[in-house]
């Protein structure tokens, strides 16, 4: 056995390949010593028009008392027409439904910040430069 210290460390892009795979299990392992094995519940909300169209949908995922929103859209023509309001005001339902603390997500200077906070979320981190040129907001809304 080698020791310790002596490690090579490569570059493997395959986000859910083997060792990607691996790399979960080691941290779920001892993060499972701490709050035990939570169970991640995937959540996709669409809408859809009357001919059955997407123009907007909300992916998200709830685990350790929270729901994370990953990614909220809505087709430019449907900006402004409360759609995305739906959208959120649906998974906020489905979060408390499951006993949730809270929803968080995180939102670009140019996207939906103001958005966010009329409909109650609050700003709890900033981080510069990400991307480049533009600053990312981190909000939470409690639900308990």
Known sequence: MCPASTVRITVDPDMDGEKAMAIREMLRDYNARFIGRPAWVPLVLTALDC???LVGGLVGEYGLGWLHITMLAVAPER???GIGAQLIEQAEHW???RGALGVN???IEFQALGFYERLGYRKF???VDNPPGYVRYYLEKRLD
């Open 125 to 127: 981190g900033e981080q």
């Open 105 to 107: 997500l995180e939102t």
């Open 79 to 81: 900006r402004r027409t």
């Open 51 to 53: 001919e059955e169209e």
């Open 95 to 97: 979060a408390r439904a």
